[in-house]
T-cell receptor, first 114, second 111 residues
């Protein structure tokens, strides 16, 4: 089974702090994604990556950046956390072609910014 | 813009009955669709997928139906069990292969 591991289940940070969310997958997947999930809004794509050192903006990239230095690891960075970034963050990975591959998700990191 | 949506935010189903969860999509160019299940405290879990060259696909106790004419997707769960209580999401792949998710339907299984 694919395993996508997010380093923290819960995080509490202060406004203005720099926040790192880490994600590791163990199936040698090329594609990795970061979503945020908010009540009533479903999953919204923040950033994704199709290969090492490659990144693409998703639908809501403002206030975020990402890093993919190794194939198995995809990091989401909040340069200066704000209260409107309080959310559930989900990392996902998928294999092969950019189209037609199901995403495998981690269990999420619930971030609270105070 | 294009969107994926669900008709009902909450579906209450009696244990043992069949469940039907509906999803409307508006991007006629989408050719890949997925259903996910998300239990409380967990990430979404892949259930079943379907490509646009099919109109039906079956898995274990689940069936996905695709009606391209009316841009409608449904997930049927046979003999619903308490463990089926969760939020269910449909998603479609856009022209770049990125998934667009609907807001989700909460399924509540009652005894």
């Amino acid at each position: 089974d694919v395993k996508v591991t997010q380093s923290s289940r819960y995080l509490v940070k202060r406004t203005g702090e720099k926040v790192f969310l880490e994600c590791v997958q163990d199936m040698d997947h090329e594609n990795m994604f970061w979503y945020r999930q908010d009540p009533g809004l479903g999953l919204r794509l923040i950033y994704f990556s199709y290969d090492v050192k490659m990144k693409e903006k998703g639908d809501i990239p403002e206030g975020y950046s990402v890093s993919r230095e190794k194939k198995e690891r995809f990091s989401l960075i909040l340069e200066s956390a704000s209260t409107n970034q309080t959310s559930m963050y989900l990392c996902a990975s998928s294999s092969g072609a950019t189209k037609g591959s199901p995403l495998h998700f981690g269990n999420g990191t619930r971030l609270t910014v105070t | 813009g294009e969107s994926v949506g669900l008709h009902l935010p909450t579906l209450s189903v009696q244990e043992g009955d069949n469940s039907i969860i509906n999803c409307a999509y508006s991007n006629s160019a989408s050719d890949y669709f997925i259903w996910y299940k998300q239990e409380s405290g967990k990430g979404p879990q892949f259930i079943i997928d379907i490509r646009s060259n099919m109109d039906k696909r079956q898995g274990q106790r689940v069936t996905v139906l695709l009606n391209k004419t009316v841009k409608h997707l449904s997930l049927q769960i046979a003999a619903t069990q308490p463990g089926d209580s969760a939020v269910y999401f449909c998603a479609e792949a856009d022209s770049w292969g990125k998934l667009q998710f609907g807001a989700g339907t909460q399924v509540v299984v009652t005894p």
